[in-house]
């Protein structure tokens, strides 16, 4: 027999919550499509949960940051940020576009080779490369952006060893007026450090100090610190020219531009909060054509820009497995997906839609996913409609970090499938299996019969 649909009377205290430009009722609409494919038609398909990503959406997404900064700036590069999202299919779309690769670990470097991109146009970043690592990068002609003293010492005792003149930048850590200051990594431009690196590496003659670098830090909502950076680095770009007389070839100013999500406790949703891309581009472009570099001289400007160019093009679709009553009378509504595949509902109050039309009436509502731990909420508090059993939703703006960040744990992580531009959806990642997971494990022969 069909279960009925039931919800026992109760009487609420409403908080309609601040006023904004829908009055109090809730913006909220179905969304039954994601480029042109039924939500139902996905999840028959792939099971769910499913991760959907929007190649239409990515390479818009690309082409509006490249706009922004060459009609600024006459010499911009573009560098993936593998730690993003490091699928290949992900990868290679922007590869197509014209984006270097820009990564932070061995394992992302030797992807970024398995993708066919060019070692002379791979970026290593981190600040724990191994020698191993190190001698791949020199041996491929990579740009080896260097953190710390030590990895100077020893990136310059490989370079003798491999009778070789690696390409180098230094990361620098400054004060752009955005607190508190990112000064982890790299070397600090206030205390005299950076110079002091760049003195080591003119003078010791190993290797070939080719850039400046810099990331000034995460989901960054001013754009006018990244001027500040652009400033510095053009005015320390001038001091090397000065002091030896050596004409750096590109600055790198990183990433950390922010997505249209909304981070916990914003008073503004991500949409009015984030800057656009041309708000980014202006200060920075503008603090270097005004440094006094010489036109001969201006150098390539580089971005490493990951979040802002995928995360508006990536979906997390579910399906509702069960609701009940807390005790201060919310509704709790349990998802198929948690925080172990949506590891960025840490920080971000994700805008969550249902995909099937709903009535007017909505109430406040706490999302846990399935896990069998406490931490396991999607969204604290959300307005949405009630939502029944094997109803399905679609989370926003899920693209970056996710696929990188989530594990596997309690539940076997799902399929991540593409839209491709020619509307044809692909598998991009197979779901996970038992044997899958298993492959790796290894059982010692005495414990592979238990007696119970």
Excluded at 301 to 318: F, H, K, N, V
Excluded at 330 to 348: E, H
Excluded at 429 to 444: D, H, N
Aim: hydrophobic letters at 40%; glycine letters at 8%.
């Amino acid at each position: 027999m069909k279960k009925q649909a039931y919800e026992r009377p109760i009487i609420q205290k409403l908080n309609t919550g601040l006023m904004n430009k829908y009055g109090t009722k809730t913006e909220y609409e179905p969304v039954t499509h994601i480029d042109g494919h039924a939500v139902h038609d996905l999840l028959q398909a792939h099971g769910s949960p499913l991760f959907v990503l929007s190649e239409k959406t990515m390479r818009q997404a690309f082409r509006d940051a490249n706009r922004a900064f060459k009609t600024r700036y006459p010499k911009v590069q573009f560098a993936w940020s593998y730690k993003t999202n490091y699928l290949s299919a992900v990868c290679n779309v922007y590869h197509q576009e014209g984006s270097w690769a820009e990564v932070v670990s061995g394992f992302e470097y030797r992807k970024a080779l398995d993708n066919k991109v060019p070692g002379t146009k791979i970026i290593f970043n981190g600040p724990a490369k191994t020698g191993e690592e190190l001698e791949l990068a020199i041996r491929h002609d990579s740009l080896i952006h260097i953190d710390h003293f030590d990895e100077l010492y020893s990136l310059t005792q490989l370079a003798e060893n491999m009778n070789r003149r690696p390409r180098v930048a230094i990361r620098v850590n400054m004060d752009t007026g955005v607190y508190p200051m990112w000064d982890r990594f790299g070397f600090n431009y206030e205390d005299g450090q950076a110079r002091d690196a760049i003195h080591m590496i003119v003078q010791g003659d190993k290797l070939e100090l080719v850039g400046l670098h810099c990331h000034i830090g995460t989901f960054m909502l001013s754009p006018s610190a990244y001027g500040v950076a652009a400033a510095k680095l053009s005015q320390l770009v001038m001091e090397v020219k000065k002091t030896y007389g050596k004409t750096l070839q590109y600055i790198d100013l990183g990433g950390g531009f922010a997505s249209k999500n909304t981070l916990k406790g914003s008073y503004l949703q991500g949409v009015d909060a984030c800057p656009t891309i041309d708000q980014y581009a202006e200060p920075i472009c503008t603090a270097i054509l005004n440094a006094g570099f010489t036109e001969d001289e201006l150098p390539l400007l580089i971005l490493e820009t990951g979040r802002a160019l995928i995360d508006e093009a990536g979906y997390l679709l579910g399906t509702v497995v069960s609701n009940k009553r807390l005790a201060d009378g919310r509704r709790a509504t349990i998802l198929d997906f948690g925080v172990n595949i949506l590891f960025t509902s840490f920080w971000y109050d994700h805008r969550i839609s249902p995909a099937q039309p709903f009535g007017q009436y909505t109430e406040d509502a706490v999302l846990y996913g399935p896990l069998c731990m406490n931490i396991d909420v999607v969204r604290e508090h959300i307005t949405l409609p009630p939502l029944k059993k094997d109803d399905r939703v679609v989370v926003h703006t899920v693209g970056a970090y996710n696929m990188t960040q989530w594990m596997q744990f309690i539940t076997l992580r799902p399929a991540v499938v593409m839209v491709g531009k020619d509307q044809t959806v692909s598998v991009v990642r197979k779901r996970e299996t038992m044997a899958s997971i298993q492959q790796e494990e290894q059982v010692p022969e005495h414990l592979k019969h238990p007696d119970l």
